[in-house]
């Protein structure tokens, strides 16, 4: 038992430096060796783990998807909050905006990284509609919102999302604005919340 | 300028041909061959126009788009037309359904193909989101429909059926049909139209 918990506190150490030279000197500019150094640890140690820099990176997202979607899960799950306000943080744990993390969108957005990129999109889209979906049907309940089409609402909301903010563009470019403007408008109405009701519950996050 | 003419026509049986023989054959078991003895042309007059057989299958798809495009565009002028007609049949102009285009569904969702897959999304959404977009602030006029933000609304339904209904999944099956009803219902609620008054326009396109 030991053994297999020291490997996976390894594997973590491993992800936690790599993330950090990642977003410090860039994916390209960090080799293996920078990591090795860092770390200090025999090439044979890094290579039992991970077969290459790319299968880091992988791990790293993997890490970075699974957190944000226990985040979701547990803002879902707090039925003692209302619904307007879950839906609303739900949503925006998904947004990555710490320093580690940064250096990811950009590789995901490289034109060689499509495949990669829409597979990350499937896989988060699979994790959480169905996590958003249920506070849409607690809000159906409460009687703040209304749709016959809960689940496809939802859908349309989060792929629309994960496309159209998934860049490093500033947040207050007028541009930008307009756009989260306007895709918070449309997510009232497709969820049938009433007209500013989801905006003003965003509004405490961007203090 | 005959000369030109001639270069133009020779492309474009090319592109014919190869359409028939990658819808027919399928793209991976067609050769450059094939192509050369199906039309009764040397090699060098192939590959004066095209390097490859993927260059072919792009062109066929610029080709598709063009076309498409131009449809919508036909009938997003057509103001006789009352707009909540236009918004479906502008919209529907993009589906591919002839037997000699399905094949090109096929091969953009075959994971190596995600970056061109995306590329042809993205000028995809440049071009058509404008031409919508057009329809929806004519049907603001007529009273018909009723949104702040137009144009993010559109973005938001053209990026979502992109992808939703990109593919080759029968028509008919029930998971499929919950999901155009909730498309449809979802659109209405985004360009603020009457409930049901797209989906009544769109019903004469499937008899």
Request: glycine letters at 4%; charged letters at 30%.
């Amino acid at each position: 038992m030991r053994v297999v918990k020291e490997a996976e506190e390894r594997k973590n150490e491993i992800l936690d430096v790599s993330q950090r030279l990642f977003s410090t000197k860039g994916f390209d500019d960090t080799s293996i060796a920078d990591i090795l150094n860092e770390i200090g640890i025999a090439k044979g140690t890094l290579y039992y783990h991970f077969k290459s820099k790319e299968e880091i990176l992988d791990a790293i997202i993997d890490r970075m998807i699974t957190g944000q979607v226990l985040t979701a899960k547990k803002i879902a799950e707090d039925k003692s909050v209302p619904a307007v306000t879950r839906v609303v943080n739900a949503m925006m744990s998904f947004s990555v905006e710490g320093d580690n993390e940064e250096f990811v969108l950009e590789q995901i957005h490289k034109p060689q990284n499509a495949l990669m990129h829409q597979k990350i999109q499937d896989s988060l889209m699979k994790a959480v509609v169905p996590i958003i979906t249920e506070i849409v049907l607690d809000g159906i309940n409460e009687g703040v919102f209304k749709t016959d089409y809960p689940e496809e609402g939802v859908e349309l909301i989060l792929m629309y999302a994960s496309q159209a903010f998934n860049d490093d563009e500033a947040l207050n470019s007028p541009e930008k604005l307009k756009k989260i403007n306007g895709f918070v408008y449309n997510t009232e109405r497709i969820i049938g919340a009433e007209q500013d009701s989801l905006l003003k519950a965003l509004m405490p996050l961007f203090k």
